[in-house]
């Protein structure tokens, strides 16, 4: 059964660089889906961050698209996440999740237990 | 981008009675691209249905997903304890994917 872990700092000043990891077990993600990135916070509610397959192929949120970056590394069964310049309006739960592809990218078929981050000014 | 509106907020109900929880898109969702989620407290969010009336592997059939184009409807038939909980609906119909604000169902 496929496991999702979140890990990285909770607090985050402002103007700074948000660097997160997902942990992936029971499954390795170089055997396919896409690997996305969402986050929930009282003033947006859930949002689509980015997503990404294991040979580094991305799409990203048009809104963040500037400011995210994600990567993926086979060999821990890995993936993160960047995001630049933090406001208060990032601070969120970060959720990293199991992307299915039907017909494109379509829903999310596990998630991790979100990790919370705090931007501070 | 699609904009996901559901109702109500909350609904206040007993163990054992019908829950129905609405999600309303902003333009019509072709071919039912909708998946809706459970997040309990402090857990991460769970799949129950996608294309809009298909039960995710492991879901109890007392959920149950119906709707088409703008307006989408998910019923849980009979509440168990464990069903107290918060629910999303999502679309994957455009870029970016988006979800609705969450509908609460809490113990009458």
């Known amino acids: 059964q496929v496991q999702l872990q979140e890990s990285g700092p909770g607090l985050v000043k402002a103007s700074e660089t948000l660097s997160l990891t997902c942990t992936v077990t029971?499954?390795?993600?170089?055997?396919?889906?896409?690997w996305a990135w969402i986050r929930h916070s009282p003033g947006k509610g859930l949002e689509w961050i980015g997503s990404?397959?294991?040979?580094?192929?991305?799409y990203y949120n048009p809104f963040l698209t500037s400011r995210v970056t994600m990567s993926a590394d086979t060999s821990k069964n890995q993936f993160s996440l960047k995001l630049t310049s933090m406001t208060a309006a990032d601070t969120a739960v970060y959720y990293c999740?199991?992307?299915?592809?039907?017909?494109?990218?379509?829903?999310?078929?596990?998630w991790g237990q979100g990790s919370l981050v705090i931007v501070s000014s | 981008e699609i904009v996901l509106t559901q109702s109500p907020a909350t609904l206040s109900l007993s163990p054992g009675e019908r829950a129905t929880l609405s999600c309303r898109a902003s333009?019509?969702?072709?071919?039912?691209?909708l998946a809706w989620y459970q997040q309990n407290p402090g857990q991460a969010p769970r799949l129950l249905i996608h294309?809009?009336?298909s039960r995710a592997t492991g879901i109890p059939d007392r959920f149950s997903g119906s709707g088409s184009g703008t307006d989408f409807t998910l019923t849980i038939s009979r509440l168990e304890p464990e069903d107290f909980a918060v629910y999303f609906c999502?679309?994957?119909?455009?870029?970016?994917?988006?979800f609705g604000q969450g509908t609460k169902v809490e113990t009458k």
């Open positions: 333009q019509s969702l072709s071919n039912n691209y």
């Open positions: 029971g499954y390795s993600i170089s055997d396919g889906y896409y």
């Open positions: 999502q679309q994957y119909l455009t870029s970016p994917r988006t």
């Open positions: 999740a199991r992307d299915v592809v039907v017909t494109g990218l379509n829903w999310f078929d596990a």
């Open positions: 294309g809009a009336s």
């Open positions: 990404i397959y294991y040979s580094g192929t991305t």
